[in-house]
């Protein structure tokens, strides 16, 4: 459905680029500034009466991921001809309790890991609700979507599907204000960019090694800018990979684009990153630090830790909590651990947080799953000070707002994270700009699908010039570390 105000908005800027490259750099700037006031009087869907964004049209496509695994790309298309498209990634170490991630199960067809299913669920079912509906309701949508879908867990139409359709719409909808995701997704001006942490060496089900921990990040807390900490956190990560060579350790890379080596223990990751952070140029506890994801409800059975890919040894709830007290002691860097303990061990976590929580930044992933009931009930429990935010664990753009908003509210960090099976599509750096939380995780400097986050969270800064912040340490100010002399 066109509009007027569409028309005579496209014909003003179509007449004025045209005379903008013969004339003058001050037409030019004119230009932009018309444009902007004429964004600022935009109609915006419904608030006028008219409505210039309804959904028109559902695509979708079955692409691959960066393990060569199939995922769903959705385009949609409104009625005045934006169009925007998004990719929905996928995890490997999933938490029980996440949204379905829905699987056609044929065995002839990537190994049962097709999604027609998921395909054919937007391109009818989906399709048919939305159309017609405004884009600009974000929340409006995603309420159709789960009460269309009708399950708890999206397991009837799919989280994939669903996801890539709310995501997809918020593009949409950002495009066709001719602004960035991170300026229209939330209500509030975003300009805090997020400190990084990079996974620069890989274990659990993320590599084929000997280690049993997933993931060993660096995050430079102590750099004054995202580009500037971004530099120096790729400068450690190639530090590292010729502290490797030199150890004669393979420096082959695992799904988020850490270093996947043999190592002779679960601490020596953790040694090898404190020299590499040196051999760079950087402190060690002050510019860079430390943080870990061991992802332990993966190593978890029948009630121990089983330490199946190192030394076969066996651990007691209480005994894991004592290791990673140990680990904090001899290693000062460490600042924060994510699942650090095991989604279903309830008392593990309780004590985790009661002996750690006031010293360091503890991240439940698989226990909260994104998922606003689960977080509440969390944060009732008194269980860890942060949650990992993924998009596809709950499968809707709303929900996930929601659950960075309760974090705010109660005082938990909130960490912005890619999937170990990721796409190109660049939303969480959007979203991690949005959400104001001041934190991300997205991979190694290394694999395009991670650097594509960074190399969009680089664009940001720019676009955002002298108003952009950097999130820096102060996501820990409420857990100060003692720096190491
Ligand atoms: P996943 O792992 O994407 O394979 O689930 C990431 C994480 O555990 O944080
Ligand atoms: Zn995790």
């Not at 027609?116 to 509906?133: C, D, H, N, P």
């Not at 909130?414 to 796409?423: F, L, Q, Y």
Request: glycine residues 10%; aromatic residues 6%.
């Amino acid at each position: 459905m066109r509009n007027e105000i569409g028309i005579e908005y496209r014909t003003f800027i179509e007449r004025a680029n045209r005379a903008a490259v013969s004339w003058s750099h001050s037409i030019r700037c004119l230009v932009r500034q018309s444009k902007k006031s004429f964004q600022n009087d935009r109609p915006r869907g419904r608030e006028s009466g008219i409505i210039m964004s309804e959904i028109a049209k559902l695509q979708a496509l079955e692409i691959l991921d960066s393990r060569g695994n199939p995922t769903l790309s959705v385009t949609v298309t409104l009625a005045n001809g934006v169009t925007a498209t998004a990719k929905v990634p996928s995890g490997a170490s999933t938490g029980k309790r996440e949204a379905v991630e829905l699987r056609d199960g044929d065995k002839s067809r990537y190994g049962g890991k097709g999604v027609l299913r998921a395909k054919g669920y937007v391109e009818g079912e989906i399709q048919s609700t939305v159309q017609g509906f405004d884009a600009n309701d974000q929340k409006g949508l995603d309420k159709r979507l789960c009460d269309l879908d009708g399950t708890p867990n999206k397991g009837r139409l799919g989280a994939n599907a669903i996801l890539g359709v709310s995501l997809a719409v918020a593009h949409a909808a950002a495009k066709d204000h001719g602004l960035p995701l991170y300026a229209t997704i939330v209500d509030k001006p975003a300009n805090l960019l997020p400190t990084p942490g990079l996974n620069v060496l890989n274990g659990g089900k993320h590599a084929d090694s000997n280690v049993d921990f997933q993931e060993f990040m660096i995050s430079p807390v102590g750099l004054p800018s995202f580009s500037e900490a971004l530099r120096a956190s790729a400068e450690t990560f190639h530090a590292l990979q010729a502290v490797l060579h030199k150890r004669g350790y393979s420096a082959g890379v695992g799904d988020e684009g850490g270093f996947a080596p043999q190592l002779k223990s679960n601490e020596e990751p953790v040694e090898l990153i404190l020299e590499a952070i040196q051999k760079a140029g950087y402190k060690p506890g002050k510019d860079i630090v430390i943080m870990l994801d061991p992802a332990a409800s993966e190593f978890f059975d029948e009630g121990n830790y089983i330490f199946a890919k190192s030394d076969k040894s066996k651990k007691a709830p209480a005994e894991m909590v004592a290791l990673w007290k140990s680990w904090l002691k001899r290693y000062p860097e460490i600042w924060s651990i994510e699942d650090g303990v095991a989604e279903d061990d309830h008392a593990g976590w309780t004590q985790i947080t009661k002996e750690l929580g006031n010293q360091i930044q503890l991240v439940g992933d698989d226990n909260f799953v994104t998922n606003p009931a689960l977080f509440c009930q969390g944060i009732k429990d008194g269980i860890a000070n942060a949650i990992l935010i993924k998009l596809n664990q709950i499968g809707t753009v709303t929900e996930t707002l929601e659950c960075i908003q309760m974090a705010r509210d109660h005082g938990y960090g909130a960490v912005i994270s890619h999937r170990s099976g990721e796409t190109d599509d660049t939303s969480i750096a959007d979203l991690a700009v949005a959400a104001g939380m001041g934190q991300i995780k997205t991979g190694s400097a290394c694999r395009g699908e991670r650097i594509a986050k960074y190399n969009r969270l680089l664009e940001i800064e720019r676009e955002l010039g002298s108003k952009a912040r950097y999130a820096g340490a102060g996501i820990y100010d409420q857990w100060k570390k003692p720096v190491k002399a």
